[in-house]
Nanobody, 127 residues
Framework: QVQLVESGGGSVQSGGSLRLSCAAS????????LAWFRQAPGKEYEGVAG???????AYADSVNGRFTISRVAANNTVYLQMNSLKPEDSAMYYC?????????????????????WGQGTQVIVSS
């Protein structure tokens, strides 16, 4: 059964950092595109960062330069390092995966391109 389990969310002050983790039981891990999305109350889902099977990455303009996505095959985990956090980064963060990865999935980071989702982890950034 394909499963994604996020962890690492929490509360932090503006300017602080958090690292989100997503343990993925997707096989083979290397064949999947992985991404992080977020949804703030009353807002649409936003693609935050994505990483392809070849390590290519993509970021939303709003987080580029502050967030870093990475994947570690040894433990089937994808990470999102979030630095210089702002109150507008507050949201529920979701890990998502899609098999038969290709670079097209990283363009625009549409939620409709990713078929497997985790339950989410909450991030709150206070000013």
């Amino acid at each position: 059964q394909v499963q994604l389990v996020e962890s690492g969310g929490g509360s932090v002050q503006s300017g602080g950092s958090l690292r989100l983790s997503c343990a993925a039981s997707v096989f083979p891990f290397s064949n999947f595109c992985l991404a992080w999305f977020r949804q703030a109350p009353g807002k649409e889902y936003e693609g935050v960062a994505g990483i392809g099977s070849n390590g290519k990455t993509a970021y939303a303009d709003s987080v580029n330069g502050r967030f870093t996505i990475s994947r570690v095959a040894a433990n089937n985990t994808v990470y999102l390092q979030m630095n210089s956090l702002k109150p507008e980064d507050s949201a529920m963060y979701y890990c998502a995966a899609q098999v038969r990865c290709n670079d097209r999935l990283l363009v625009g980071l549409s939620r409709w391109d990713f078929g497997t989702w985790g339950q989410g982890t909450q991030v709150i950034v206070s000013s």
